[in-house]
């Protein structure tokens, strides 16, 4: 099993600053299955990034994927007051899909 | 726009059954090409897949999880269902069921999540 390890736990950042959030995995994830999501109170998580970069229906520009391999990176360019929430990457391989425990972005 | 809710108890007993369904709309189980799942999360943590299915009826489950878990699909309610059995208190948990996105690998639609506490 895949084990996904997220970087820093809490993030704090002022709106219009830039969010680089770390994803490292155990193993390579094969075929950059890599996802990304961000989950406000009381909320589902809402899909942003699949395929390590690619932005889902919806999601803002702000919003970017990179990396392949083990390490993965979200960016968002610049923080929106709407942004401030957790954020889990997520990983799929040998018919298993596991999460990283997440990283907080919070107001400073 | 696929729409899934969650329904089921919110309360479950130590050593019983924790039985959830899930109803989609806006999209047709029975079209295939996407499995359907379910997630769940610990209080104040973070998320745990438990298994998909598709249509057909097939499955694959967290091998965590794998000798309690059954779920199973109802495509003329366009439903598919989640049973966890000798659950104990560490399974309360909100329990999630999701879309399995067109690549297979993330969750596209999610549903709004039910708490289930499982307590005497």
């Known amino acids: 099993e895949i084990v996904l390890t997220q970087s820093p736990g809490t993030l704090s950042l002022s709106p219009g600053e830039r969010a680089t959030l770390s994803c490292r995995a155990s193993q390579s994830v094969s075929r950059s299955y890599l996802a990304w999501y961000q989950q406000k109170p009381g909320q589902a998580p809402r899909l942003l990034i699949y395929?390590?970069?690619s932005r889902a229906t919806g999601i803002p520009d702000r919003f970017s994927g990179s990396g392949s391999g083990t390490d993965f990176t979200l960016t968002i360019s610049r923080l929106e007051p709407e942004d401030f929430a957790v954020y889990y990457c997520q990983q799929y391989g040998s018919s298993l899909f596991t999460f990283g425990p997440g990283t907080k972005v919070d107001i400073k | 726009q696929v729409q899934l809710q969650e329904s089921g108890p919110g309360l479950a007993k130590p050593s019983q059954t924790l039985s959830l369904t899930c109803t989609v709309s806006?999209?047709?189980?029975?079209?295939?090409?996407?499995?359907w799942s379910w997630i769940r999360q610990h209080p104040g943590k973070g998320l745990e897949w438990i298994g998909y299915i598709y249509y057909s009826g097939s499955t694959y489950y967290n091998p965590s999880l794998k000798s309690r878990v059954t779920i199973s699909v109802d495509t003329s309610k366009n439903q598919f269902s989640l049973k966890l059995s000798s659950v104990t208190a560490a399974d309360t948990a909100v329990y999630y069921c999701?879309?399995?996105?067109?690549?297979?690998?993330?969750?596209?639609?999610w549903g709004q999540g039910t708490l289930v506490t499982v307590s005497s």
């Open positions: 806006g999209g047709s189980i029975s079209s295939g090409g996407y499995y």
């Open positions: 395929g390590a970069s």
């Open positions: 999701a879309r399995v996105g067109d690549s297979y690998d993330h969750f596209d639609f």
